[in-house]
């Protein structure tokens, strides 16, 4: 069981930067895959960044390449996220996700365990 806690969310204007975290519990979070989601009101939720277990190989949705950086310290347990140069459509609710295995995939229903989500609200 892998247990995963969202936390860094906030409101930022446009342009600006926010950092989130993902704390996992158990002692599997090493041999885990890693990823991002977010959900916009009214949109489905979508593939943000994922990373793999030892963090070699990462993963990016086009419209954040460049913008967002995905990272983790198996040593704390945790994955981040870093959100930089921040639009309005940026606007969501973001997900952790984990999924036992080494590959990263960018469908939701791949994934074993998902956080409860932290919001980012991006004012133009």
């Known amino acids: 069981q892998v247990q995963l806690v969202e936390s860094g969310g906030g409101l930022v204007q446009a342009g600006g930067s926010l950092s989130l975290s993902c704390a996992a519990s158990?002692?599997?979070?090493?041999?885990?895959?890693m990823s991002w989601f977010r959900q916009a009101p009214g949109k489905e939720r979508g593939f943000v960044a994922g990373?793999?277990?030892?963090?070699?190989?990462?993963y990016y949705a086009d419209s954040v390449k460049g913008r967002f950086t995905i990272s983790r310290d198996n040593a704390k347990n945790t994955v981040y996220l870093q959100l930089n140069s921040l639009k309005p459509e940026d606007t969501a609710v973001y997900y952790c996700?984990?999924?036992?295995?080494?590959?990263?995939?960018?469908?939701?229903?791949?994934?074993?365990?998902w956080g409860q989500g932290t919001q980012v609200t991006v004012s133009s």
């Open positions: 158990g002692r599997t979070f090493s041999s885990t895959t």
């Open positions: 990373i793999s277990w030892s963090g070699g190989s990462t």
């Open positions: 996700a984990a999924r036992r295995g080494a590959s990263v995939y960018t469908r939701g229903g791949q994934y074993d365990y």
